[in-house]
Every structure is written in structure tokens, then in C-alpha cells.
């Protein structure tokens, strides 16, 4: 059984690290896809249920020094908070202790300032005991990293780091107690305890802000789980009992006072109120909601008492998707990212070669204390070439993106979905419910001059039909005949054909309902109602037909109303050079009318339910990237069909889960931010990847001294750490500025 599950790492700190853990979970037998996400900290797998434990994943990972956390470990959400925060105070003070000692041996050592600095600081003895603790303690991490990774032939930043810094103390400890070793080849014996303590401190303190910064990164998560209400309200026996989140189950009737949020989804049994939903659907105007409404958890209620029924409760309730939904997009990977995980599993070893290159050129063709110029060099290059930026570029971006997507009421299932947004060329709108408002009204009954039949007998005899069918325009039928406080009667042999209409029999009377094409098929003759039919459809009206017996009876003339921001969403679209396109079953007359308000010009008219795929597809074959915008059942193929699915939040489950992207407001405009936020995302990412590659392209060249012979320079392993540091913060900096932006 094929199941896809995300867990938590710890460990990790480069692109490197993704690549090694992504290689030793999907060796293990069962395991059909792993991706590993930095920015997260988070693995998500894909593997075959019976061939596959946890414990077999966590072995996998630990073998290669990292650690999963499963189920049985899984804190909630509260203690991983304090985890975090915990870790994030060690590296401070891990760094902070680095930084002191490594200061006072940079005081005692650094020709100039060891002038003025106490006796007992240059004596190297005493560098080396302040050294140890920053090696051996502050350090420690490096060589758990690096130790199981060294076993099973793998290498990461950690790796590189270790290798650095080892060499540079092992030195410094083989000069402070034997000296005449060292002076023996013609060296002064200078210990460099300052290079190993400084860079360790400085590599902390760059992880403690870049821990900080990615913190910032996932706002969006803490902000919806802060939605959740804690206790709800049950009415039982007519009591009001307060009770745990938790313990609300399907069914319980809810009281809800006014300024209580909502505990969770559910129908309205009693009372009216207006529910303040901007932070679900970003839209700011509060909806009125009286009784058969539906309600969702976390949002408020403004004014009015409202008690009503549970239906969703638990993982079920719209916030719980909405917050996994995010969640899962923000630790998936996009397309171009690969990029970066492709260069980063030759990057360490190619490091490791040039690393050992420096030491090799230099010690045997530099200047003389050559063995040092060949130490310190081969350290920079190690400490300045760390993958870490790398690893960070895409996913932290994808992070913020997906977060202020939520924010706005666009839900986004996976980073291709939002890379892939930008490139959109042409957009198919479905028509009722996604243009239009989608309760369309009743507006004419139009009865055939040569039927006997009255216009309310023609509305009872449509509704009694409708009754069965699941057709929006049915429900504006049956709707029209409850207000006339009509009695319907009963229907036997019903059938829905698609595409066309409905048909059964209603006492000894057989009835076609539906469109020209079922009038033809039925070689029912429209011929006298004709004129009338162009002249309702030429107002935007969808006409249906009604054949009794076999002649034609009259006309059911239905208008749904455009959505008050089509024409300013197409508008904003064409403005930004994407065709526009609007799809639907009725016939081109009602089609054009309709398009011409919302302001397309290419129109799909007369297509039936399974051809709107085929459209999409055909569209695809002119070489555009399509997105399809629906919200109903029969969309859901042209919506998975599409490089990009649009659904409509208050479409079915079917249309949202076939879509890439879910657009919580009816508010159309919000089709455009989309985009907007995947070329802004788009950006960021590539402004990443090219600071994070071009920064080690330059300075891995200055670290191994190419700059010397001409000007003399050299890269000083401490700034290569504080450089290093830097680029992985400027890094999140960068994605982080994205909360900045309007959609």
C-alpha cells in the first residue's frame, strides 16, 4: 500500500546534507520517492507501507549521522516550539562562548594587539586550554555530523568545517609541545588556536541567525494554527458545557457567542449572524449566516447568538487541510531546485580535491613558512566553500511564497504548482460559478402558443423533473416553484443525459427538459419558440427547453449574474499579456452575451462535461502553459488536464482536490495574484541561487590564492567563516522580503 508521509529531521545545515539523506532513504527497499527539504528541516516519503517501517527509515538516517523523528516521537506542537527555542539558545550561547575565548586568544596572539595584552595570554599553553573547550564542546556537532558521514563515504558542510578546524588546532597543539619539531624544518613555532576558535564561533553565530531568520520563514504556519479556537461549547440537555477542542465530535450542537471564534466547521441549526472570514478567505467583509448555512473554525462571529451542528471535527475541519496543505507545500521541492541539490552532491567532494590542491601548491611551490601559507589557505578553502547558501535558496523563498499565498486566501499544494504559475499564457474560465455568480434566478416562462398547458403547470412539471438533478440551473427551477408554493409531483424513469438535460415521466406525461441538442435528438420541432429562444439567449439567458409528449410545451428562461470581480480580474490579466478564454455548455449566443461582459473574447461554447479537457489539451498543442479556473465536479479533468488547476474554494471537493492551486474568496482578482506572487517567488529564487553560486565561484579562487601573486591577497580563514556566515543569512534575508510584497 503506497503511503506518503512527512517527517521531522535534525542535523542538517547544507545542500549537501539534503542530497546524502535523500540517497540513503530512497536505498532503503520499498521507498518510491524521497525529497528533503532544508529550509523545513522535513523529509517527505513516499514508500510501500508493507515493505517499510520507521524504524527501517530512521536507521537509514542515523546511519549517515543525521536523526528522523517518527510518530512514537512526535511532541506537540507547543513542546516543539520549545525545542526549537531551546536550540536556537544553545547556538547563541555556544556562539557566544566561542567568540569570548576565541577573542581573548586573538588578543594574546594577533601581532599589534598582543602588545597590550596580559603576559598570560601569549603563553600558548594557556591559548591552548581556552581552545579545547571551544573544539571539543561548542564544536562537538561538527564531529557527530562529520564522524558517520566520514563511515559511510559521504561528506557535508560539517565535513568541511571538522577538516578546517582540526587541522588548524592539531597544528597549533603539535607547535605548543613540541616546538623543536616545527623549528627543525625551518618554521617559527606560531599556533593558530585563534583561526579554529574564531571560525567555530563565527560558523555558530551565522546558525543562530540563520535559524532566527528561518523562523520568520514559517510565520504563516504559526499564524493559522493560532487560529484554532482551544474550547467550544456544547449544548447538551440544555446545558452549556465548555469543553477541550478535542473533544467535540460530529453532531454536537455548539453555542456561539458574539466574539467567539468558530470551533469548528459546521451548519447553522438556529439563529443569524455575520462571521468575520478574512482570515480564511483574505476577504475583508464580513458574511451573514443564518440558519442551512455553513460555518468554519477559526474564523469569528461578529453579532447575533448562532448555535450549530459539528460536521467536521479533528484533521476533518477546513483549517486543519488549509494548515497541512501549507504545510506540505512548503516542504515540497520545485524544479529548480534541482539544480542546486544536482550541484551540491559533487560540490564537497570537488571542494575536498581543491582543498587538497591548495595545500599541495602551496607547500611546494610558496613563499617560505610555505607549510603555513599551505594550512591557512587549504583551511579558507574549506571554510569558504560551505553549500549552505545553496541549500537555502530555493526552499526558504518557497516558504515565504506559500505563506503569504495562505495569508491571502490562495492555497498552493506544491512548489511546481507555484513555479510553474509564472509562465501561465492563457487562462480557461469554466462559466457558472466561476464567472458568474452561480445561483442563477428564473427571470421568463415562455408557453408555446399551440400547448394547452398554463406557465404554472410548465413550472410544476420542470421543477418535479429538476427535483432529480444536480444542475445549478435546476436548483434556480425547483427554487422558483417553492416560492409559487407549488406541489411537485412525482417523477419515475428519470434520467440525466449529459450535456443535454434531464428527462422522465411525470404521470402518464413523458417530459425532455433541457437544450436544443435533446430537442433534436428527440426530433422535437422548436421551429414556432425560435425567435424567442435567440432573443432571451442574446441577453445573456440560459434558455431551456420543455417538450411534452413529444411537441414542444415552452421555454424556461434562467440568467445567472456575473461575479462582481470577473471584469476587473479579466481585465488585470489581459493587462499582463494572458489570454483569456471562457468555457462552457451553453450555446454561443448566451456564451457571447456573458463573455462580453466579463471582456473575453475567445469563447468555448456548446461543450459538453468530458470535452473540456480535450479543449484544454487542444490549447496545450498551440504550445502554451494553460491554467483552467473551475469549481465543479465535471471540471475536476480539465483542472488535472491543465499545467496549472485553479479550483474556486467554494466549488466541490473533487474540483479542489484536482487543482493545483484553491482560491478561498469567490474573489477572481485573486487568480492574478497568484501569478503576481509566482513571478515575485520566481524572482527571488533566482536572485538567491545566483548570490549563493556566484559568492562561492569568486571567493573559492581568492581563498586559494589566485589574488597573491599579483596583489599580494590572501583570504584570511576568519572572514572566510564570517563570509560564509553571511551569505547563508543574506540568503533568508532575501526570501524574507517577499512578506513585503502586495498580491
Known amino acids: 500500500m503506497e503511503t506518503k508521509k512527512t517527517y521531522s529531521l535534525k542535523g542538517m545545515h547544507c545542500a549537501s546534507c539534503v542530497r546524502v539523506i535523500e540517497k540513503a532513504l530512497s536505498k532503503v527497499d520499498g521507498v518510491l520517492e524521497a525529497n528533503v527539504n532544508l529550509a523545513t528541516e522535513t523529509a517527505s516519503v513516499t514508500f510501500d507501507s508493507q515493505k517499510v517501517s520507521e524504524e527501517k527509515l530512521s536507521s537509514a538516517v542515523s546511519q549517515v549521522g543525521y536523526q528522523i523523528i517518527t510518530d512514537k516521537q512526535v511532541k506537540s506542537e507547543d513542546e516543539q516550539q520549545l525545542e526549537k527555542k531551546k536550540e536556537v539558545n544553545n547556538l547563541r550561547n555556544k556562539a557566544a562562548f566561542s567568540l569570548f575565548l576565541g577573542s581573548l586568544i586573538v588578543w594574546g596572539s594577533f601581532p599589534g594587539l598582543m602588545n597590550f595584552s596580559p603576559l598570560f595570554l601569549q603563553n600558548f599553553y594557556v591559548q591552548m586550554i ?15 555530523a562529520t564522524i558517520p558521514a566520514l ?112 470551533p469548528v466547521d459546521g451548519e447553522v441549526t438556529e439563529g443569524e449572524s455575520s462571521i468575520d472570514e478574512s482570515m480564511i478567505s483574505g476577504e475583508s467583509i464580513p458574511v451573514d449566516k443564518q440558519k442551512g448555512d455553513l460555518v468554519i473554525g477559526g474564523t469569528i462571529n461578529k453579532a447575533g447568538t448562532l448555535m450549530y451542528k459539528a460536521t467536521k471535527v479533528g484533521s476533518d475541519t477546513m483549517l486543519s487541510q488549509i494548515i497541512k496543505l501549507v504545510s506540505e507545500a512548503q516542504g515540497s521541492k520545485a524544479p529548480i531546485q534541482r539544480i542546486a541539490d544536482l550541484i551540491s552532491a559533487y560540490f564537497v567532494p570537488i571542494v575536498i580535491m581543491l582543498a ?88 421568463d416562462i415562455i408557453v408555446s402558443q399551440k400547448s394547452k398547458v398554463k ?44 450535456g443535454h438535460g434531464v428527462e422522465g415521466i411525470v404521470g402518464k406525461i413523458k417530459i425532455f427538459l433541457g437544450n436544443r441538442k435533446l430537442m433534436d435528438r428527440e426530433k422535437i420541432s422548436i421551429e414556432e419558440l425560435r425567435s424567442k429562444i435567440e432573443e432571451l439567449e442574446s441577453n445573456g439567458k ?65 461543450v459538453l462535461p468530458d470535452g473540456k479537457e480535450k479543449e484544454v489539451r487542444k490549447i496545450q498543442s498551440e504550445g502554451k502553459v494553460v491554467a483552467m479556473v473551475g469549481d465543479g465536479i465535471n471540471d475536476a479533468p480539465a483542472l488535472a488536464a491543465a499545467d496549472v488547476g485553479i479550483a474556486m474554494g467554494t466549488g466541490t471537493d473533487v474540483a479542489i482536490e484536482a487543482a493545483d492551486i484553491t482560491l478561498i474568496s469567490k474573489d477572481l482578482k485573486a487568480v492574478a495574484s497568484a501569478i503576481v506572487l509566482s513571478k515575485k517567488t520566481m524572482k527571488t529564487i533566482k536572485m538567491n541561487l545566483f548570490w549563493a553560486f556566484g559568492y562561492n565561484v569568486i571567493l573559492i579562487p581568492v581563498a586559494m590564492g589566485v589574488l597573491y601573486p599579483i596583489w599580494g591577497i590572501l583570504l584570511n580563514p576568519v572572514f572566510a567563516s564570517a563570509a560564509m556566515a553571511m551569505s547563508s543569512v543574506s540568503v533568508v534575508s532575501n526570501s524574507l522580503l517577499l512578506k513585503r510584497i502586495k498580491i
Request: net charge neutral; glycine share 8%; hydrophobic share 50%.
Open 151 to 262: 563511515k559511510h563515504r559521504t561528506a557535508n558542510m560539517d565535513t568541511l568545517i571538522t577538516i578546517g578546524t582540526t587541522a588548524a588546532f592539531i597544528y597549533s597543539v603539535v607547535v605548543t609541545i613540541f616546538p623543536q619539531l616545527v623549528e627543525s624544518v625551518g618554521i617559527e613555532p606560531m599556533p593558530y588556536f585563534d583561526v579554529a576558535a574564531i571560525v567555530i564561533g563565527l560558523i555558530l553565530l551565522g546558525r543562530y541567525f540563520e535559524a532566527k531568520a528561518k523562523a520568520g520563514t514559517s510565520e504563516a504556519i504559526k499564524k493559522l494554527i493560532g487560529l484554532q479556537a482551544k474550547t467550544a461549547r456544547i449544548v447538551k440537555n440544555g446545558k452549556d458545557i465548555d469543553v477541550p477542542i478535542e473533544q467535540v465530535a460530529i453532531g454536537n450542537i455548539i453555542r456561539v457567542r458574539p466574539g467567539e471564534k468558530i
Open 542 to 606: 440560459t434558455v431551456m427547453i420543455i417538450g411534452l409528449d413529444g411537441k414542444v410545451a415552452g421555454l424556461i428562461a434562467v440568467a445567472d449574474t456575473l461575479k462582481a470581480s470577473s471584469k476587473e480580474a479579466v481585465a488585470k490579466l489581459n493587462s499582463m499579456g494572458i489570454e483569456t478564454v471562457m468555457i462552457t455548455g451553453d450555446n454561443e449566443r448566451t456564451a457571447k452575451a456573458i463573455a462580453k461582459q466579463a471582456g473575453i473574447t475567445r469563447i468555448l461554447a456548446e
Open 130 to 144: 581556552l581552545a579545547i573547550p571551544v573544539q571539543f564542546w561548542a564544536g562537538l556537532q561538527f564531529y557527530k
Open 356 to 443: 587538497l590542491a591548495t595545500f599541495v601548491i602551496w607547500f611546494d611551490f610558496g613563499p617560505q613558512p610555505a607549510f603555513i601559507f599551505a594550512l591557512l589557505n587549504t583551511v579558507a578553502v574549506l571554510i569558504i566553500a560551505c553549500p549552505c547558501a545553496m541549500g537555502l535558496a530555493t526552499p526558504t523563498a518557497i516558504m515565504v511564497g506559500v505563506g503569504l499565498g495562505a495569508e491571502n486566501g490562495i492555497l498552493i499544494k506544491d512548489a511546481e504548482s507555484l513555479e510553474t504559475a509564472h509562465k501561465i499564457q492563457t487562462i480557461i474560465f469554466d462559466k457558472t460559478g466561476t464567472l458568474t455568480e452561480g445561483k442563477p434566478i428564473v427571470t
Open 455 to 498: 406557465s404554472q403547470n410548465l413550472l410544476q412539471l420542470a421543477a418535479s423533473i429538476e427535483k432529480g438533478s444536480e444542475h445549478s440551473l435546476a436548483d434556480a427551477i425547483v427554487q422558483k416553484a417553492e416560492e409559487e408554493k407549488l406541489i411537485l409531483d412525482k417523477v419515475v424513469s428519470f434520467k440525466a443525459v449529459p
